[in-house]
């Protein structure tokens, strides 16, 4: 019997010194994550049940509303399968892919499209969800659309089209 005692009071020492800390510690909050979460869309191009396309999106202007405020930015991933034979016309310099955002009257063209090309030096794709090593990915610049409620992105290729809806930030 003492030797039960004497085992349990052992193995309860040896486990209790193994916790150093809780799971409220392991899973801090990150609120600008949780917020690029809320922010980002994802869709696919599926012709003959293959995906020809995925596109993923993150509003940037609710994100950091002091950087960019001059007109609307997107942090747009993109993969395309078989895009890589020449870096400079793949993903959105790819001819037979449009990247567009739905205007009143027409759509509109990107003002700029800047890749980003070193992944892991870049703080802003350190911070955002829904990232993978094929995709490439680019800040998408837009003109300021005053007047609308929803912002719209499109991306058209030959084999169809997909869209991506995100609340306008005021």
Same mark, same amino acid.
């Not at 609710?62 to 997107?74: C, I, N, V």
């Not at 793949?90 to 567009?100: E, I, P, V």
């Not at 800040?139 to 912002?151: E, R, W």
């Given at each position: 019997m003492i030797k039960k005692i004497g085992l349990? &009071? &052992?193995?309860?020492f040896v486990l209790s010194g193994c916790q150093t800390y809780g799971a409220f510690e392991i899973f801090k909050k990150d609120d600008l994550y949780e917020r690029a979460l809320l922010q980002t869309k994802n869709k696919q191009i599926i012709n003959s049940l293959e995906t020809k396309? #995925?596109?993923?999106?993150?509003?940037l202007n609710?994100?950091? =509303?002091?950087?960019? #405020?001059?007109?609307?930015?997107?942090f747009v991933g993109v993969y395309? =399968?078989?895009?890589?034979? #020449?870096?400079?016309?793949?993903?959105?310099?790819? @001819?037979?892919? @449009?990247?567009?955002?739905?205007?009143? @009257?027409?759509?509109?063209a990107p003002l700029s499209i800047s890749e980003i090309t070193k992944k892991k030096q870049s703080e802003l794709y350190q911070m955002m969800p829904h990232t993978d090593n094929w995709s490439k990915y680019y800040?998408?610049?837009? =003109? #300021?659309?005053?007047?609308?409620?929803?912002?719209t992105l499109l991306l058209k290729t030959l084999y169809g089209e997909t869209s991506l809806d995100f609340p306008k930030v005021w």
């Open positions: 349990f &009071v &052992v193995a309860a396309a #995925k596109i993923t999106a993150t509003y609710p994100l950091y =509303p002091s950087t960019y #405020k001059d007109g609307e930015h997107f395309i =399968p078989d895009d890589y034979d #020449k870096k400079e016309s793949a993903g959105l310099f790819n @001819k037979d892919y @449009k990247l567009l955002m739905r205007g009143v @009257k027409e759509d509109i800040v998408v610049s837009f =003109p #300021k659309q005053a007047d609308a409620a929803n912002l």
